[in-house]
């Protein structure tokens, strides 16, 4: 009996190896159609935990995304706060191309401009002309193409010519066709056509252009601007040296942004104008809604997490319960209760691996890449999955856990049962 | 080796009590091939999950080589049951996803063999009960017979001091139920000591000793002439 006594204690190491010998046998003795709904069920809990929160993000990560390939680049200079312009911009300029990892960069002049369609007709007195106000961006079409290859952009019509001095392209925001919003205080030019003229004004400054084309990029930049070259919006803007409002910079794969950053500041490009990294100069509504959609994303798969929960215990549960019988002979022959426990978590933890490398599977090979190679198509952005494999582990993580959690309860309740109450089935 | 003293045991319904065991006292010596009978709701079952720590009796001493075992925990129970008891119940009782092999060396699993020496230890219990051949086979594809054999094999693999059988041949043939018997008798001829339930007295007189039992006492205790079986106190 004393020696009885000292074998009566099962190691951990015992009850886990009983228990992954009865948790094996039960999964590969189990109905097939009920495991592979169960796993399906697992599989589509962690697509939602994934895809849901990522198409969320990926809809602003989608935004951000274009912004920073066509219109901020990697580095953002731009004049200060009360200034109009970036100070010194030639020198600047020079600076921006000893960036170690510099690729490309693209001169933007900019100001604020009226557009006005009807100017050529007579209007009855107290009526307003056919206009709308936005921003006026100078580029040099050269330049800007080879930077954000901004021609693919052009919905009607064609790209700018360095030679085109009377003409523009202009962002489909200003115009009805394509914002038909008759809001009030909110105005977009109507009956728009290529090779119509409009009267730009800026200040007390006015000129005529042909339309030459209309943009449509999804980025603000130029989607709510009147683009024009970059020595019309100089002539226009009054502006006599060469100072511009922007200067956006690409950098080779693998170059951090910040030591670009610091190598500007510290070659004195923060003396004339703001060095900023894109995520700095992303527009802060951006970011919020960026947040409120992660938010929002983890706040449905919550509740996808406690859908699988709920499935993992009624599974576990009819389970036990069925096999009540079961579990009080293996209690009567010896079989340590914290074994047959054990076996029960494993049998959660293998349907959620299971659903969770299904899972993965689908996401990397297939969704992901589908939603890369096909965005979905929203009025403000490009969306794209965000899915990165950090995350997807670490909500692998939560959803075995929280599976482990919810197969462990119901098990602990049916073996917690009387023994022989359990043999006997009463 | 395991002797009971003034054991009771009290159901409780409502405000009704029945008494299942009714104070019984008796030892079993060591390598004893004991049968207890009696009709339906006798207490000989009850008696038996007495005996095999399945259940708490109401009052009494279970003695098990001079320890009382009674007040045990349920964790020293469940290690007394996997180290010195063997069981085999009326209705087999072995895990349908488990084969023949699997059903013999899980006890010794639960003591931490490992999976080899487990294998070999219940590929001879299996030997003993003759069904070696069938080792790789589910319950499901082994008659009542066969799976009752395997439920043995389960009791004697880790050589428990004391093997407990509730009705063993009670969902068997004769032709099986005396097969059964005869492994019964081979193995308390090699000094294992057995206690049986059952109700079938050609049965019962195959041990040394008998009890006979009606509502919860004890009406004879005899030793049967001529068994077949061996123990110290022959």
Known sequence: MTDNKLKIENSFSQNVSVGWFLAKRDIKHANIWTTTLIVFVMTLTFLNLIVVSGILVGLIQGSEDAQKKYAIGDIVISSFLNRTAIEQTPKV??????????????????????VESNYRETINPGEKRDGV??????????????????SKFILRGSYLESTDQDSILIGKNLLYEFT???????????????????????????KEYFIKGILSSKVDEFDTSVVALSSEVRKLTGRTDLDAGTIAIQLLPGTDPAFAKDFLLQSGVGEYARVQMAAEAFPKFLTDVKVTFGILGNVISGIGLVVASITIFIVIFVNAITRRRYIGILKGIGINKKAILYSY????????????????????????????????????????????????????????????????????IVIKQNTLSAILGR | MLEIKNLKKIFKSGDEEIIAVNNLSFAVPEGQ????????????????????????????????????????????????????????FQDYAILPSLSALENTMLPLLMQG?????????????????????????????????QQ??????????????????????????????????????????????IVMVTHETDYAQMAHRTIAMADGNIMSDTLN?????NHKND
């Open chain 2, 113 to 145: 063999f490992d999976t080899k020496k487990a294998q070999a230890k219940a590929r001879k219990a299996l030997e003993r009960v003759g069904l070696l051949d069938r080792e790789g086979n589910l319950p499901s594809e082994l008659s009542g017979g």
């Open chain 2, 225 to 229: 002439k001529g068994h077949h079986g």
């Open chain 2, 148 to 193: 009752q054999r395997v439920s043995i094999a389960r009791a004697i693999v880790h050589d428990p001091k004391i093997i407990f059988a509730d009705e063993p041949t009670a969902n068997l043939d004769s032709e099986t139920s005396e097969q059964v018997m005869k492994v019964f008798l081979e193995l308390n001829k090699e000094g294992q000591t």
């Open chain 1, 345 to 412: 978590m494993y049998q959660a933890f293998i349907y959620a691996s299971l659903g969770i490398f299904f899972g993965m599977l689908l996401i990397f090979l297939l969704i992901k890449p589908y939603f890369a190679a096909n965005p979905i198509d929203f009025p403000f952005s490009d969306g794209i999955l965000v899915a990165t494999i950090p995350t997807s582990f670490l909500r692998a993580g939560i959803l075995l856990v929280t599976t482990v959690i919810a197969g462990y309860i119901p098990a602990r």
């Open chain 2, 33 to 88: 091939f004991l049968t207890v009978t009696g009709r339906s709701g006798s207490g000989k079952s009850t008696l038996l999950y007495q005996l095999g720590l399945l259940d708490v009796p109401t009052s009494g001493e279970v003695i098990i080589d001079g320890v009382d075992v009674v007040g045990l925990s349920e964790k020293e129970r469940t290690g007394l049951r996997l180290n010195d008891l063997g069981y085999i």
């Open chain 1, 133 to 150: 106000g936005g921003m006026l961006l100078g580029i040099d079409p050269i330049q800007e193409e080879k930077f954000s290859g901004v």
């Open chain 1, 180 to 206: 038909p919003i008759e809001a009030p205080g909110f105005q977009t030019l109507k009956n728009i056509t290529i090779g119509q003229r409009v009267k730009i004004t800026v200040g007390k400054t006015s």
């Open chain 1, 93 to 114: 300029e020079a600076i921006v191309k000893t960036i170690p990892g510099y690729k490309d960069h693209t001169v933007r002049y900019s100001g604020s401009a009226r």
